[in-house]
């Protein structure tokens, strides 16, 4: 692990903007990488900025962000690069991890937390990467006139919530109807809006 180098896109400390730990401070660890190609993606995921062994990336967190304890692993697709191994060495220095995925490709074990958002066609692939495993939540990237499947055909989550795809920063009412639409259809679905866009923090 000590030879191993994360590449990373960026890492931060701000306030979790979407899902159940909104309002919740953070460390983004956003690592470099993806196995899908969104068109509303507003990430620059191939973009590499610091590559570090995780013994280092660990150092760094500490000198830089003391307070803080938590880390969401994002992307991209963290899946990519993140390992149980790398897992366990930030969970043995006290930290509670999240991760945000696709799905695509099984999260490591010891993590405290998962959100996954399914794209398009890949249901199935994500059902049977976690259909024994219950996560955090499923967040749905929901632009106007896009169709649900049934809860019962996704993971099982603690959480289910439809997240209204913005304009960049700018919220976009047709989706944000639309939302409200599948949610009075389905109503164990919630709102979930990128307060981090609303209120202008990173």
């Known amino acids: 692990m000590t030879k191993h180098k994360l590449r990373l ?7 979790q903007g979407e899902g159940a730990n909104t309002g919740r401070l953070v460390i983004f660890a956003r690592l470099t990488g993806c196995n899908l190609n969104c068109p509303f993606c507003d990430t620059e995921y191939n973009k590499v900025t610091l590559e ?7 150092t760094k967190i500490q000198k830089e962000f003391p307070h803080c304890k938590s880390i969401i692993w994002t992307g991209g697709e963290p899946t990519l690069q993140l390992t149980e191994e790398i897992v366990g060495l930030f ?19 010891g993590l405290d937390y998962i ?4 794209k398009g066609n890949t249901r199935p692939q994500v059902l049977k990467n976690y259909g024994g495993r219950t996560v955090g ?4 990237a929901i632009a106007d006139g896009d169709t649900l499947p ?3 055909e996704l993971p099982r989550a603690e959480h289910y919530f439809l997240s209204p795809i ?18 009075r259809l389905e109503p164990r679905w919630r709102l979930s809006l990128q307060t981090h866009k609303l209120i202008g923090i990173r």
């Open 52 to 58: 570090l062994t995780p013994p280092e990336l660990l």
């Open 150 to 152: 049934p809860i019962e």
């Open 91 to 109: 969970k043995e220095a006290g930290y509670w991890q999240a991760l945000e995925s696709n799905g695509l490709k099984p999260a490591p074990m």
């Open 9 to 15: 896109v960026e890492l931060f400390e701000s306030l």
């Open 166 to 183: 913005f304009d960049g920063d700018t919220i976009v009412s047709a989706n944000i109807q639309h939302c409200q639409t599948l949610i």
């Open 115 to 118: 959100t996954l958002s399914p």
């Open 137 to 140: 939540e499923i967040r749905m």
